[in-house]
């Protein structure tokens, strides 16, 4: 059994994190097998909804500080080398998940720090377990953060906000974490994957097109001009009025019945 386990239910691909010994610390294999997993979520017809998540207690607690041990016996320049790599491995997973056009829930239960906790930002939704604990911890390791930690964070909370989780790497809970937006929902530990697979079966069964639309809107929104924002809002909507869904969506409105939507835009 590798580091990333896919599983699928009924529309869903559920993502999950599968080295529970070591609260699931990305090493290189992970990193490699999550980037392939991302990729197949995001180039799968058939997953109109992924769920990111970890096997046993934990979600992700960072990087493997075993690793980074290993890599101390080596020159300043190998390790320099050696850890660019490692940290470029990450991209291609986070872009996938920020890019692929279809919803990603994460489901955080234990710990969710360093790029652990860059994983979750990079998710559309995510709903966190009252066990949670969240850090970004790079500090004590005299390193800056990764995982598009710097480009999110912010956004989310503000750069003096952002400045301090960074600068002090305190450990935060799951309230604090919804108060600062960081995430969705607080849930009880027994709760947690019933209610994000609930969710994310929800999301499966919804216009699937519309929201690849709304979440490439969502993500273009900081760096577009106003006008720009309009126009391509503008765009938008029409494509997805010309859509299956739409019809489908309006239809069930006036029938006063649930709508069907297939996900075709």
């Keep these: 059994m590798g580091t990333v386990i896919l599983e699928r239910r009924q529309g869903v691909l559920e993502i999950i994190l599968n080295r529970p010994d070591i609260l699931n610390a990305a090493n290189r294999e992970l990193i490699t097998e999550l980037a392939e997993a991302a990729a197949e979520a995001e180039n799968d017809p058939g997953a109109r909804a992924v769920l990111l998540r970890g096997a046993g207690s934990h979600f992700m607690a960072g990087g493997d500080i075993r690793m980074f041990g290993e890599l101390c016996a ?3 320049e190998a390790r320099r080398e050696a850890l660019y790599e490692i940290v470029d491995g990450l991209h291609p997973i986070l872009l996938s998940l920020r890019h692929m056009g279809k919803p990603v829930v994460a489901a955080v239960q234990g710990a969710a720090a360093g790029v652990g906790l860059s994983l979750v930002l990079a998710a559309d939704l995510a709903l966190a377990a009252e066990n949670a604990i969240f850090a970004f911890g790079y500090i004590h390791l005299g390193t800056s953060p ?19 989780l960074m600068f002090l790497g305190e450990r935060f809970d799951a309230r604090q974490a919804l108060e600062w937006g960081l995430i969705n929902r607080v ?8 209610e994000a697979r609930a969710l994310a079966g929800r999301l499966a069964a919804g216009p699937t097109a519309a929201y690849a639309r709304t979440k490439a809107l ?13 126009k391509r809002e503008a765009e938008s909507f029409a ?4 859509s299956e869904d739409f019809v ?6 006036l029938e006063k019945r649930p709508p069907s939507f297939n996900g075709r835009g």
């Design 146 to 164: 990764d995982g598009a930690a710097t480009a999110t964070l912010p956004r989310l909370v503000g750069l003096k906000r952002a400045t301090e």
């Design 248 to 253: 489908e969506g309006v239809r069930a409105f």
């Design 187 to 194: 849930v009880r530990e027994e709760a947690l994957l019933p």
């Design 239 to 242: 494509a997805c009025a010309a």
């Design 218 to 230: 969502i993500e273009a929104s900081s760096r577009q001009a106003l006008a720009t924002q309009l």
């Design 74 to 76: 080596l020159s300043s």
